[in-house]
């Protein structure tokens, strides 16, 4: 090895150059052949001087360098051997400890050297800000070096200080000693601290745990309870007796604010001070207790805030005063008494000083008018804002509404603001002023304008204020507030817009929907031309999504008018140019109304100025559709039916069929019509527009076909019109229920026995006394004759009485005469009249139609049966259980009383009163306790015998049931399921309740409560829930099967595959799951299979059969000049990937740097890798060619300068003398030596890189 360090000449020119020139030449000479010593390429750095002495020029170069503090530190710690986790490394620096320390550089920003000492141990130095230093120092330790555990036990109640305010302490503490610590949660009973990390480390932790719980084994507290009203003596004036306690005594003491109303004060500290503190505490409690005496006075509640203070300033001066302490009553209450407590002498002092503090303050009052109060306030609050900063103890109040504004404070500077704003009332009536204008309320909106433009402009131009009022006032006055001019102009302007707006007009134009669009135009161009048009008309188009025709517009009456005229002229014109027919044309003769390059139907469009639309080459559709003026549209139809005539056999015939059938004949949906046409080979059938009148009804096509339709449609008309006879009667529609009957039962028979179809009018219909009847002509003539005998009976009125028993009369007039209702609107409009209450009679008139009189009696006869009939059942259900037989809202209770015709009545809910309601004998209730059910259990049932029961059994059936189902205690988590979601899903699917016992009680029942049926149902969902989780947990077990594999770990990457597309494929075909092990265990060659055995054997067989394939492939090598390496392995590897799939092998290619680094390694069967070869032979073959025509054109195409460059050598460098390194015995270090100086990642790039890229971690 050289005995001189070769630097280049930059690196020492660079050097160099931050030196004067004249330092320089008066140290060494400037001569390119002159060497300089060490100590003069490199000068040390100068030694502290004595004080006082100036360096001069002993600094040499580096006298004007400054020092810096720098902020970066550096620590240094060592990893013996067997606390390293990563070993086994071949190379140092490449292996996992380089990522590792890569990785913790990047999280942290730390600088991180590592270094080998001669016993294998390790130096890792790191660099850095503090605070990145610190966390690289424990994130090297936890992933560099193994790890330790160790537990520490403190009392629990000491926990918290470990953890410290939002967990500052334990944080600080991890970082301090680079170890994990371990807290148990605040419910967990444990008091076992644990820490995690290096030998080192855990005894630091432990150390600082256990000093922080015996600095806590110090501390004491103490509570104490103590009257409320001698806090204040304990604490003092101010605080300042308390705080000169604490001092003192070195404890804290917490005395609760006034407001809160605790007796108890809290010392904490160490336990000798606390004692103390407790002490002198008792003695000023017993002191003041024995001499304070009190006294009560009444002081106005208005009054009481002056005595207060400024949070409580002003009892703090008394007390501070006088020693006597001041009991106010809360705020909240209606209490004037104020309580003194203090010693007798010092009672008198402090009343005059409450007294004069009660009447400190004076309150005064300043009339101004409410309109002015703004302006006194001024803008921001400007004007008030001088006098308030001028006297800030005087506080002004400003009462909306009311013409005072109040003032509190001093006398003297209540008396100053007073007079101030007094004058500034004065000046300001002297020039503000305010009107009122009467403008119609619905002008309002458009007096503010959009977004209060309106008015905005005029309190800019003005300088005024105008309020109008809100909708919900429903007033109309205007009010203008501001400088008198101003006020005068504004009022001027509002009442010459109130005036224009009187003369607005708003008119609603109806435009049908369709045709808003064209109106328009594209882009608005249509409407831009009437708004230009007409500027003083505001034109509003409804929203499309609404569907309405309305348009509104909005302007001066005269011009209002002429937009409607010139509007309603335009939308004529669309109207007549909108005209449309629908013309069936046969599908064959389309092209031939087309024409040869669409002549024929231009002709058609541009003579009759018409816009005819046909329908698309694949469509099923045979109408052609005809736009534009009515008669123009005829005319083009007439001309395309001529065209079809020529052509073909077509015939049209017409039909005359009355136009109330055609509707019957179209069908529903033109279902009927399109047989007909389909059934008579495609003949086209048209009816007449509805509403026309018109009975003629046009048929087209085949001459056959046409008089096949015509006999069809003729036959159809015929059945309609015979099964079709119409008559209408009229009654009055009170008749109408009875005419129907109960249920429907009068109408029913009468069309039962006649056949016809009789129609009553719905209640919203215009006429309610129409009454139609349809059907057969003899079957309707035979109905309303019966029906006019009903009509003719009903208008006989007459007038009848019946006994009726007194105690059934309260029945039939409850409910505001409810069920008499019933019966007159059922039978006729009959009127029934029971006695008054209070007369002694059982004669009931009722009076109307004979026939309905009759009915209506009989109605009453079944009423008062059905009333003797009626049974109470008492159905005893406990109370707890009535909400859930009730039901949401009554809906269970309300549906039994509709199913059942019956009533059910709740008793009074009983709250427990916490007294037996029957004698206990020896702990069980008496035997008639057990008899006697309670008055609030007792549901009553009223109605018919077989019904009441029948309710009674449905009420039954609704209380619910409570049953216990065994569930395996390890089983109930999954049966919960994820935050409950599993136990929800059952208890909405069987609508019960189903409760799982606590983890801690480790049961195995379960409880499932509602009706019976349904936890039937959920103990069987429950039940089967269970077999389908124990499968589960047999076949998980199942699955669980293991079995192990010895392959060598050269075939491992084999085995796994490209991107672990080989062992994904095993792993899918037979459900398995196979791990390979990890680096650094000792058995590297097991590879581990779990799941079925069936399937763990055949995935075995499967790495089997791969590993026999593995092992019968042999490896050759191959001489291919590394300048076609690149070529060969192609962009990303596409080439060589392609080629080794095509050959069935792998080829490796040398790394940067090998001795060979042509040598190129083949893989595979022998007869594919002597394929490989030979196809890579003659690549290379064919490569080479390429190659040595390139470098050949690349010598001639080479500049002059750079064949002189080559003859020159390589650059001496810099050479220094006296170096270190040429002492005797010692050698320079070997820059290229990877142990010398270790790198991590890519630092230097190397000279030859790799063609398949740079090296990758």
């Known amino acids: 090895m050289s005995s001189v360090a070769v630097l280049t000449a930059e690196s020492f020119a660079e050097h160099r150059s931050g030196l004067k020139d004249e330092e320089m030449a008066g140290n060494f000479p400037v001569d390119e052949a002159y060497i300089p010593t060490y100590l003069e390429a490199f000068p040390p750095l100068p030694e502290k001087g004595a004080p006082g002495e100036t360096s001069g020029e002993s600094g040499g170069a580096w006298s004007k360098i400054r020092p810096i503090k720098s902020s970066v530190i550096t620590q240094v710690f060592h990893v013996p051997l067997e606390e390293r986790r990563y070993k086994d490394n071949s190379q140092f620096g490449e292996g996992e400890e380089a990522k590792l320390c890569l990785d913790i550089m990047q999280k942290t920003g730390a600088h991180i050297e590592l270094s080998l000492a001669k016993d294998q141990g390790l130096s890792i130095m790191v660099t850095g800000k503090l605070d990145s230093v610190m966390k690289a120092r424990k994130e090297i330790v936890a992933r560099l070096q193994t790890q330790a555990s160790a537990t520490v036990g403190i009392p629990k109640e000491h926990h918290r200080f470990v953890i410290g305010k939002n967990g500052e302490k334990l944080q600080e503490l991890e970082l301090k000693t680079a170890t994990k610590i371990n807290i148990p949660r605040p419910e967990d009973p444990s008091t076992q601290i644990k820490i995690t990390g290096t030998k080192e ?7 600082e745990v256990l000093l922080i719980s015996a600095e806590q084994d110090k501390r004491a507290v103490e509570r104490v309870s103590l009257e409320k009203a001698f806090h204040p003596f304990i604490a003092g004036a101010y605080n300042k007796q308390v705080q000169e306690l604490c001092q003192e005594t070195g404890a804290r003491i917490n005395i609760p604010p006034p407001s809160v109303f605790k007796d108890e004060i809290i010392i904490t500290g160490e336990k000798e001070p606390v004692a103390q503190a407790l ?21 106005k509640k208005s009054q009481h805030k002056y005595i207060i203070g400024p949070k409580g300033t002003t009892l703090q001066e008394i007390l501070d005063a006088t020693g006597v302490s001041v009991e106010m009553p809360p705020l909240d209450s209606g209490s004037e008494t104020i309580i003194l407590r203090g010693e007798p002498d010092s009672l008198g002092p402090a009343l005059t000083q409450v007294y004069a503090k009660a009447k400190s303050v004076l309150v005064s009052e300043v009339t101004a008018p409410a309109w002015l109060h703004r302006f006194i306030i001024g803008k921001k609050g400007q004007n008030i804002g001088h006098i308030t900063q001028q006297l800030p103890k005087v506080h002004i109040e400003f009462t909306d509404g009311e013409e005072k504004i109040t003032l509190e404070g001093p006398t003297e500077e209540v008396e100053q603001a007073q007079a101030l704003i007094q004058e500034m009332i004065k000046e300001l009536l002297l020039r503000m002023d305010y009107t009122e204008v009467r403008i119609d309320q619905r002008f309002h909106r458009h007096l503010i304008g959009k977004n209060g433009a309106n008015i905005n402009r005029m309190k800019e131009q003005y300088k005024v204020c105008v309020r109008v009022p809100q909708d919900v006032e429903r007033s109309s006055l205007v009010r203008i507030e501001g400088e008198l001019q101003g006020v005068q102009l504004a009022r001027k302007e509002l009442l010459e817009l109130s005036a224009r707006m009187e003369n607005e007009r708003t008119k609603d134009l109806i435009i049908e929907q369709r045709f808003h669009r064209t109106i328009i135009g594209q882009k608005g161009e249509k409407i831009k031309e009437v708004r230009d048009k007409f500027p003083e008309v505001i034109i509003n188009f409804p929203d499309p999504a609404q569907k309405s025709d309305i348009v509104q517009l909005r302007g ?9 005229k010139y509007l309603q002229r335009g939308i004529a014109e669309l109207i007549e140019n909108s005209f449309s027919i629908s013309v069936p044309i046969f599908k064959q003769f389309h092209k031939n109304i087309i024409g040869k390059g669409g002549a024929n139907i231009k002709k058609i469009r541009e003579e009759t100025n018409t816009k005819i639309d046909l329908p698309t080459e694949n469509s099923n559709s045979e109408v052609i559709v005809i736009t534009g003026k009515k008669p123009h549209c005829e005319a083009a139809r007439d001309r395309i039916l001529a065209i079809q005539r020529e052509l073909a056999n077509i015939k049209e015939a017409e039909v005359s069929i009355p136009a109330r059938l055609h509707n019957s ?23 007449p527009a509805e509403g026309s009148g018109s009975d003629k009804v046009t048929i087209r096509g085949p001459v056959e076909e046409v008089e096949r339709a015509k006999r069809q449609l003729l036959q159809l008309a015929e059945e309609k019109q015979i099964n079709n006879y119409t008559v209408e009667l009229q009654a009055k529609p009170e008749y109408h229920k009875f005419l129907i009957g109960r249920g429907g039962g009068n109408i029913r028979k009468v069309r039962d026995r006649t056949g016809a179809r009789i ?12 009454i139609t009847i349809v059907g057969k002509e003899e079957a309707v003539r035979l109905a309303q004759r019966e029906l006019e005998e009903l009509i003719k009976n009903l208008d006989n009125v007459i007038e009848d009485s019946m006994a009726v028993e007194p105690r059934y009369h309260r029945h039939f007039v409850s409910r505001r005469g409810q069920v008499l209702r019933e019966i007159a609107e059922e039978y006729g409009g009959v009127t029934v009249s029971f006695p008054r209450t209070g007369v002694q009679s059982d004669r009931v008139t009722l009076k109307g139609a004979k026939d309905c009189v009759e009915a209506a009696k009989r109605r009453i006869q079944d009423i008062i049966q059905h009333l003797e009939a009626q049974v109470t059942v008492e159905c005893v259900i406990p109370q707890k259980f009535h909400r859930a037989v009730m039901g949401a809202k009554g809906s269970k209770v309300q549906q039994i009383t509709r199913d059942h015709n019956v009533q059910i009545k709740f008793p009074e809910r009983e709250e427990s009163l916490g007294v037996e309601p029957h004698p206990q004998e020896n702990g069980d209730l008496s035997p008639e306790a057990e008899l006697v059910p309670k ?133 899918k075909d037979h459900d398995v799951n196979i791990q390979f092990p990890d680096k650094g265990e000792e058995q590297q060659d097991l590879i581990c299979i779990t799941g079925y055995e069936s399937s763990a054997e055949a995935a075995r067989e499967s790495i089997q059969r791969i590993v026999a394939d593995l092992e019968e492939m042999v490896s050759e090598d191959v001489k291919l000049d590394h300048r076609v390496h690149a070529r060969i392995i192609g962009g990303r590897g596409k080439a060589i990937r392609k080629l080794m799939d095509e050959f069935k092998v792998d080829i490796r290619f040398p790394q940067p740097g090998s001795d060979d680094p042509d040598r190129v390694t083949v893989t595979g069967l022998p007869e594919n890798v002597d394929n490989a070869i030979d196809h890579l032979l003659n690549l290379e073959e064919e490569y080479m060619m390429n190659v040595t025509e390139t470098e050949t054109m690349a010598a001639y195409m080479k500049p002059p300068s750079r064949h002189e460059d080559d003859h020159r050598g390589p650059a001496k460098g810099f050479v220094v003398r006296d170096a270190p390194w040429n002492v005797p015995g010692t050698k320079a270090p070997d820059m290229s030596s990877a142990e010398d100086f270790p790198t991590f990642g890519i630092g230097i790039a190397p000279k030859q890189t790799s063609a398949w890229g740079p090296k990758k971690f």
């Open 201 to 207: 480390g855990i005894e630091k932790a432990r150390h």
């Open 279 to 299: 002490a002198r505490i008792h003695a000023i409690y017993e002191d003041k207790k024995r001499k304070t005496t009190t006294i009560s006075v009444e002081v």
């Open 759 to 770: 129609i009553f009018p719905a209640s919203e219909e215009k006429d309610l006394e129409l």
């Open 665 to 687: 004949l179209i069908g529903a949906k033109g279902r009927l019509v399109r047989a007909v046409m389909e059934e008579c080979g495609g003949a086209h059938i048209h009816f």
């Open 935 to 1067: 008055k609030c259990d007792i549901i009553v049932i009223s109605g018919l015998k077989e019904k009441c029961e029948a309710a009674h059994a449905a009420l039954m059936a609704l209380v619910p049931v409570t049953v216990d189902v065994d569930v395996p205690f390890d089983l109930h988590r999954y049966i919960i399921g994820q935050k409950g979601a599993g136990i929800r899903k059952m208890m909405e699917e069987y609508e019960v309740n189903i409760s799982v016992p606590q983890p801690e009680l480790q049961c195995d029942v379960i409880k499932i409560t509602g009706l019976v049926e349904s936890v039937e149902r959920a103990r069987l969902g429950l039940q089967e829930r269970v077999k389908e989780l124990m499968a589960e947990q047999q076949d998980r077990a199942l699955r669980s099967f293991k079995l192990t594999i010895s392959v060598d770990p050269k075939h491992h990457p084999k085995i796994i595959g490209r991107k672990g597309a080989v062992i994904s494929q095993i792993r």
């Open 556 to 564: 001066p009456k005269n011009e209002v008018e002429k937009c409607v």
